[in-house]
């Protein structure tokens, strides 16, 4: 049954705003229905737009006052918009179904809002889907709930049947007002979740939220999995109550319980040393952190620091760094010591480093302006770009193009799938580097005079295509078949011989080209 | 003057000095004769078509664009000529005429292979008569003058799309009038290689 | 207009090989797919060749003479004498100017003995517009026209040789070669837009000119003013189909640095790449680009929403990508 307000039992709230100007216009009209609905059945509401209610009561039937709100640019516009939000009622006495259809698509400018407040039987299930709600509140059902909405207030009260919350952008707060005895599932990713409780409930607790924390004034014991928190409130074996956000706070209370004894679980682990004594993966125990963003121009001495998210900005650190995040960017500016940092995903971003450097990252781009005593640079995926480096170097990707612009030391390259440039240092007449690609170019660029012992490998399908190419002469060319592939191989002395020189690229080429000058590289100011 | 441009032949003819008029007309006359005779079906118009379309080039060399291609006005000058023929109602009468072009025969080939010859030259010309001149002017430009769609539109005054639309039209007359096995196989292929 | 009846179309266009590199290989898919197209394709190439038997027509000599005449221009020299016209009102018309050249001729007969001497003349160019040509055309040259001179030691492969008319003395040959070819212009020119997208799109070659290209796509194309959407869908391509890892690195970062139009553009195959690349690194460049198209305040589509929504909850996935995909989903409001 499709009801239109204008043809049910209507009073008709008009508000009028002045023709001459263009201020807009709005129209509010109000419908109220009474159906059956059985004390067994079912209620779903579909309303894209505007604010849903819904209170258990003990009397049987359904309940529904409906207030639509039409704003336009003129009369013609709030007209359109009335004849084109539509409540639309399904059902029986066994499901009862509410729906708000909108026109998505409208030739005049108007926008329009349904507020539904719903009295059903308290035993009912409920379902509700939205999209831009600005409250959905649910009190007093025994029935199972499930709540769908992309933003909004979602306010549970009194919901004491099995719950299922899901919701992307705003709020969730469900209080019992008795003893949980179902199961609740709270997900959401950019929402703060406060579940309260009577304060002698007997629950399994499960959080998880990646930067936000996750704090309670119940006791509770609990052990961290990574970002995963497992806690039992009181007594075991009670239902399972599971808050997911990704950016949000997530806070167990107790009815009754003064805030301020809120606990921050994650400070505790770090307090109790739960880090450092836990045998888990370097992974997990970041996740156990809190998540903290840093950002300081100067740090006296050394710097230690560890998150589970967030990013880290320093402009100068006057002695060694020691920076793991378990996702953010690192930026440091200069580090006059030894620096290891590390991220599980994100981007690093390093200036000056005076001492070695442990650089990885779990996926994301790797860049160092410069590497003074040379060290470990890796990313498991995404481009590494060294400026300059002066000491035995090893890089690595895990898929991208690896550059290094004025290699001073040994060099060990190698990437899955990506080309490797290598500069080396004019002033070196010989040094050792590597540089292996499974799935690229290789290029290396020496001065004239430069010294080595070249054996550099292509291993292709296309024979024709790839190949090994050298501005220095001295070298010797051989292929052979390897399979369904062709390997060609170039060995040979440059100027005479000196340090080795392996190359390996498979379906690429191996470019050896001499370059004159020195190289010059403008970078951008430091942070 | 074998040396020069269209371009510069025709500043030539367009400062007054006629000239360049034996090395343009044997740089064109083949294709424009060809075009015309293949179009009207008719050696003796065929003839005036060609003869008059290098008189009236040369006489208004002034209406030549540097920009243009020479062969495209040249063709744009004869299809009109052509069209004005056909227009007049007592040379409709002799669109009929069928002309066989007796070739001398080449020294290597069979008697067989001539005859074949001969045969489908006969089969192509009735095939073409079978088109609609609007489509017979464009798949002589396109098939046998290899012009642009572009150049086609520009010396038949329509669209690419009108030239595209008649091309097409006249092709799939064309495979049904000529009766091609459309899995020719073995000969498909070698004609292909 | 179905599939098969606008591929039909183009098949002329195929012969002539005038069809653009994208739709020749359009129309050459559909035709090894499509058995009733495969038919149709293989009695029009039959029926174009079967055209080739008509022979060209030997050109009557008298319409040269006569055409000379008409503009006063001296005969050619021809061995046999043919009659001048067949139609009698133009052999009239031919006496009447024989009898003017007779007359007339006398008079000039001393100045016209000695060669033309060509005077330099102002000559007239009233506009010059450049020839386009297409980087990888077909051409037909007459051998007078091309320079003897060959330069550069060029490839040369797949040759043939033609003789269409055995009876005159001319013979053909067909050849591919390899030229070097250097193309300059703005980069928000059509060719140089096009060039630079079969580049990209040209997987089958992984030398350093794709690697390369990709490199020099992303400093040009992410100046402001510069931004393409050809060049967009390119990188869209590149990142939905290639099998190098490093390349669809790249592509994702290059469009993320081209700016929010870019994004929009290709906004469903940054959500694919987001949603199923194996790399972690291409779905943090996915992901940072949604990011940057929601920051400059596109409205995400529902698909869109929803694959955000799937990462940030998804325990599997990089926590970085996760936090990111919760920071863009942030935005979305009514």
């Keep these: 049954m499709r009801v239109r307000l204008s043809s049910a039992c209507v009073a008709l709230g008009l508000l009028l705003a002045s023709t001459a100007s263009a201020r807009p216009m709005a129209a509010t009209d109000r419908l109220s229905e009474t159906l059956s609905l059985g004390i067994g059945g079912s209620f779903w509401i579909d309303n894209p737009i505007g604010s849903i209610e819904i209170v258990g009561t003990d009397s049987p039937g359904l309940n529904v006052t409906a207030v639509r709100t039409v704003t336009g640019e003129d009369q013609a516009a709030v007209n359109e918009g009335r004849e084109q939000t539509v409540i639309n009622f399904q059902g029986d006495q066994n499901v009862r179904f509410i729906q708000t259809v909108v026109a998505q698509t409208h030739a005049r400018n108007w926008n329009s809002t349904v507020a539904y407040t719903i009295r059903v039987p308290r035993t009912v299930h409920v379902r509700v889907a939205s999209r831009f709600a600005d409250r959905i509140r649910i009190a007093n059902i025994a029935g199972n709930v499930t709540v769908k909405s992309l933003t909004g207030l979602i306010t549970l009260d009194g919901v004491s049947g099995a719950s299922i919350i899901d919701i992307t952008n705003g709020k969730v707060v469900f209080h019992y007002t008795q003893k949980p005895s179902s199961h609740a599932q709270i997900q959401a990713v950019n929402a703060d979740i406060d579940v309260s409780v009577p304060p002698d409930s007997n629950l399994n607790w499960i959080a998880d939220t990646l930067r936000g924390d996750v704090l309670t004034n119940l006791p509770v014991r609990a052990e961290f999995q990574g970002s995963l928190f497992h806690g039992t409130v009181n007594a075991p074996g009670g239902p399972n109550i599971t808050t997911q956000t990704a950016v949000g706070n997530v806070r167990l209370l107790g009815n009754g319980l003064p805030i301020t004894n809120l606990k921050s679980l994650r400070q505790v682990a770090e307090s109790q040393n739960v880090v450092a004594q836990q045998k888990m993966l370097v992974a997990r125990s970041l996740m156990l952190r809190p998540a903290r963003r840093v950002q300081l121009p100067i740090v006296s001495g050394g710097f230690d620091f560890a998150t589970s998210v967030g990013d880290v900005s320093v402009g100068e650190i006057r002695g060694p760094a020691r920076i793991q995040t378990a996702a953010g960017e690192i930026e440091l500016g200069m580090v006059y010591g030894d620096c290891n940092v590390g991220s599980l995903g994100g981007p690093l971003d390093l200036g000056d480093i005076m001492g070695t450097l442990t650089a990885s990252t779990g996926a994301g781009d790797v860049q160092v302006r410069s590497a003074a005593l040379g060290g470990h640079i890796s990313t498991a995926g995404g481009m590494i770009r060294v400026l300059y480096t002066a000491g035995p170097t090893t890089l690595e990707s895990g898929g991208g193009d690896i550059v290094v612009r004025q290699a001073a030391g040994p060099i060990n390259a190698t990437t899955q799938s990506g080309d490797i440039t290598i500069t080396a240092d004019p002033n070196q007449n010989t040094q050792k580097i590597v540089a292996r690609t499974e799935q690229g170019n290789v290029f290396i660029n020496l001065h004239p005079r430069f010294g080595a012992d070249i054996d550099a490998t292509v291993v292709t399908a296309n024979p024709d295509l790839n190949s090994i190419r050298s501005d220095f002469s001295g070298l010797q060319i051989r292929r052979e078949s390897d399979g369904n592939k062709t390997r060609i191989r170039a060995t040979g002395k440059l100027n005479g011989g000196g340090e080795r020189i392996d190359l390996y690229a498979e379906d690429g080429d191996i470019h050896i080209t001499t370059i004159s000058g020195s190289p010059v590289t403008i970078v951008p100011p430091l942070p | ?193 | ?334």
């Design chain 3, 1 to 334: 207009m179905s599939e098969c009846d606008v591929m039909r179309e183009g098949m002329p266009l195929l012969l002539t090989e005038s069809l653009d590199p994208v739709r020749r290989e359009l129309t050459h898919s559909h035709i090894e797919r499509c058995p009733a197209c495969g038919d149709e394709w293989n009695g029009l190439r039959e029926t174009w060749r079967l055209m080739g038997e008509l022979p060209k027509v030997e050109v009557p000599a008298s319409i040269k003479e006569r055409v000379l005449e008409a503009v006063g221009q001296p005969r050619p020299q021809v061995a046999t004498v043919v009659p001048l016209f067949r139609r009698v009102v133009l052999r009239r018309l031919a006496e009447a100017a024989a009898l003017v050249v007779l007359v007339g001729g006398s008079y000039y007969a001393g100045h016209r003995t000695r060669p033309v001497e060509l005077q330099p003349t102002q000559a007239t160019i009233n506009s010059v517009a450049p020839a386009r040509y297409s980087i990888a055309e077909s051409r037909v040259f007459p051998a007078d026209l091309v320079s003897p001179t060959i330069e550069g030691r060029p490839d040369i492969e797949n040759v043939s040789f033609i003789d269409t008319n055995p009876n005159d003395d001319a013979i053909g040959l067909s050849f591919d070669i390899t030229s070097h070819v250097t193309v300059t212009g703005r980069p928000t020119d059509k060719s140089m837009v096009r060039l630079l997208r079969y580049m990209l799109e040209n997987h089958e070659t992984m030398s350093p000119s794709r690697s390369k290209a990709i490199d020099w796509v992303r400093a040009t194309y992410s100046r402001p003013g510069n931004a393409d959407p050809e060049i967009a869908e390119a990188l869209g391509n590149v990142l939905r189909n290639d099998a190098h890892q490093n390349v669809r690195i790249k592509a994702a970062d290059t469009l993320k640095h081209m700016g929010a139009s870019a994004a929009s553009d290709t906004r469903e195959i940054l959500v694919e790449a987001l949603k199923n690349d194996p790399n972690p690194a291409v779905r943090i460049k996915a992901v940072e680009a949604l990011a940057n198209l929601a920051r400059s305040g596109v409205q995400l589509d529902s698909a869109t929403i929803d694959t955000l929504r799937q990462k940030a909850v998804q325990n599997s996935e990089n926590v970085y990508v996760r936090v990111k995909a919760a920071e863009v989903l942030s935005s979305v409001h009514q």
């Design chain 2, 1 to 193: 003057m074998k040396h020069l441009s269209d371009q510069e032949l025709m500043a030539i003819v367009q400062a007054g000095e006629f000239s360049p008029a034996s090395e343009i007309y044997d740089r064109y006359s083949s294709r424009i004769y060809n075009f015309a005779y293949r179009f009207l079906k008719n050696s003796e118009a065929a003839e005036d078509a060609t003869q008059e379309v290098f008189v009236k080039m040369l006489r208004h060399a002034n209406q030549f664009h540097g920009d243009a291609k020479l062969s495209t006005w040249l063709f744009s000058i004869t299809a009109n000529w052509c069209r004005d023929y056909l227009r007049k109602a007592d040379n409709k009468a002799k669109e009929a005429e069928d002309v066989l072009v007796t070739l001398p025969a080449p020294a290597e080939h069979s008697p067989e292979r001539n005859l074949e010859r001969r045969e489908n030259e006969r089969r192509i010309q009735k095939a073409l008569g079978a088109l609609t001149p609007e489509q017979r002017e464009a798949i002589l430009l396109s098939r046998y003058q290899g012009l642009s769609y572009a150049e086609i539109a520009q010396i038949s005054g329509c669209s690419e799309g009108a030239v595209k639309t008649r091309v097409f039209r006249a092709m799939e007359t064309l495979k049904k009038a000529l009766a091609v096995d459309a899995g020719g196989g073995d000969r498909c292929l070698n004609a292909m290689s």
